[in-house]
């Protein structure tokens, strides 16, 4: 199993990237090779809306000369995709915007090759937002026919200075019982 933990955050160890690494873990435990992507390592602009991947047909973005396609090829090729975004003004952030709008048209105009992955999100925020971003990211992962599993509530969690995530006990219990349902589901998808 192939994990793609796609980090939207702009703090490369934040708590999106510590609740990515969390459920990374203990799939890696149970043999999953882990494929980390830091959006703000890359560089990933905005979809321009050309129609060149719809008209091409070959799985790329023709619209912009930037690390896109070596993200969607990547994106490709994972059998589970986990996105973490943490809350910026009550929604996700243009990192993560920039990679569900690039990957995910792509992947629908070039045979929906999303579809039957496993897909999960994490979201840690100081305050509010946390379930509209949360939502923002499942709409996505359901619209590219993608399978999302649950957990004992959603994979959110409460914090804002780098590490506040580890005092959220119930938000780290969250993420242990998704990747533990991430490797039961997937020795059901093969």
Same mark, same amino acid.
């Given at each position: 199993?192939?994990?793609?933990?796609?980090? &939207?955050? %702009?703090?490369?160890?934040?708590? @999106? /990237?510590?609740?990515?690494?969390?459920? /990374? !873990? $203990?799939?890696?435990?149970?043999?999953?090779?882990?494929? =980390?992507?830091?959006?703000? =390592?890359?560089?990933?602009?905005?979809?321009?809306?050309?129609?060149?991947?719809?008209?091409?047909?070959?799985?790329?973005?023709?619209?912009?000369?930037?690390? &896109?396609? =070596?993200?969607? +090829?990547?994106?490709?090729?994972?059998?589970?995709?986990?996105?973490?975004?943490?809350?910026?003004?009550?929604?996700? @952030?243009?990192?993560?915007? +920039?990679?569900?709008?690039?990957?995910?048209?792509?992947?629908?105009?070039?045979?929906?090759?999303?579809?039957? *992955?496993?897909?999960?999100?994490?979201? %840690?925020?100081? !305050? +509010?937002? *946390?379930?509209? @971003?949360?939502?923002?990211?499942?709409? #996505?992962?359901? $619209?590219?026919?993608? $399978?999302?599993?649950?957990?004992?509530? #959603?994979?959110?969690?409460?914090?804002?200075?780098?590490?506040?995530?580890?005092?959220?006990?119930?938000?780290?219990? @969250?993420?242990?019982?998704?990747?533990?349902?991430?490797? #039961?589901? +997937?020795?059901?998808?093969?």
């Amino acid at each position: 199993m192939l994990v793609l933990s796609v980090n &939207g955050s %702009p703090r490369r160890h934040g708590n @999106t /990237c510590q609740m990515l690494d969390r459920v /990374c !873990r $203990i799939l890696a435990k149970a043999g999953a090779h882990i494929d =980390e992507l830091h959006l703000e =390592e890359r560089e990933l602009s905005p979809c321009g809306a050309c129609m060149l991947c719809a008209e091409k047909q070959d799985g790329k973005c023709h619209g912009r000369v930037d690390d &896109g396609n =070596e993200i969607i +090829a990547r994106s490709q090729a994972a059998d589970v995709i986990l996105l973490g975004s943490p809350v910026y003004f009550g929604s996700l @952030t243009p990192l993560i915007k +920039a990679y569900m709008d690039r990957v995910g048209f792509v992947g629908r105009v070039n045979g929906n090759f999303l579809a039957r *992955k496993i897909g999960a999100a994490v979201v %840690p925020a100081r !305050r +509010a937002g *946390k379930l509209f @971003t949360f939502a923002e990211l499942n709409m #996505w992962f359901l $619209i590219n026919g993608m $399978i999302v599993p649950g957990s004992s509530y #959603w994979t959110v969690g409460q914090g804002r200075e780098e590490g506040e995530i580890q005092q959220d006990a119930e938000a780290l219990q @969250t993420l242990d019982l998704l990747a533990d349902n991430i490797k #039961w589901l +997937a020795t059901k998808l093969v």
